[in-house]
């Protein structure tokens, strides 16, 4: 459910880009991201880098169109959100606060939380998504910068990026379980 929570705002800005005008699009994924913060900090959860970031990214954005240019294109704006987002990740690992690491935080108890292991294994966990945002990027310069390329294709390698970092977050943690053995028993798999 969580990685449904995280990835809810960034889909639905997808889907409604298809559907409605970029404005409403962003303004609408700032506000399921809103939604998810309030959600967390009634389950007695922390406000998220990643949360706080996308909220900013995203009004940012529709900001700037509601505001200012208005025919922006739909690649640029993708592109804008997708700068924005990798922005956020690599921040975060600047930061040395690699934003998986709040989330990993709170399914761990605080001994395997303090492990090195465990926090190498956010670093690594963060990087991907950032190499995740990075190609989606790729993929929207392509469309901007090649006009003749269908759609379709920016939108696969969206699809796969994002698709590749949710699977590599669920499996590295496992791989590590299976490469340095158990961590205590209620761990996440993999982050000793």
């Known amino acids: ?114 492990l090195p292991g465990f926090l190498r294994a956010n670093y690594i966990i963060t990087w991907a998504w950032t190499g995740a945002a990075l190609l989606m990027m790729v993929g929207n310069i392509a469309l901007i910068y090649v006009p003749g390329l269908p759609l379709w294709s920016s939108l696969l390698i969206a699809f796969a990026a994002r698709t590749s970092a949710v699977y590599f977050t669920k499996w590295y943690p496992e791989y590590r379980k299976v490469k340095y053995g158990t961590p205590p028993a209620n761990a996440l798999p993999g982050t000793n």
């Open 1 to 114: 459910m969580t990685i449904f929570l995280i990835l809810a705002p960034y889909g639905a800005f997808a889907m409604l880009m298809l559907v409605t005008s970029a404005t409403t699009s962003l303004f609408a994924a700032a506000a399921i991201c809103l939604a998810v913060i309030a959600f967390d900090i009634v389950r007695g959860r922390s406000i998220k880098i990643l949360g706080a970031g996308s909220v900013i990214v995203f009004t940012a954005v529709g900001g700037y169109l509601a505001l200012v240019d208005p025919a922006f294109s739909n690649s640029a704006i993708k592109f804008a959100v997708d700068v924005g987002i990798f922005l956020v990740s690599l921040g975060s690992i600047v930061m040395r606060v690699p934003f998986t690491l709040q989330y990993a935080r709170e399914v761990v108890d605080a001994e395997t939380a303090k």
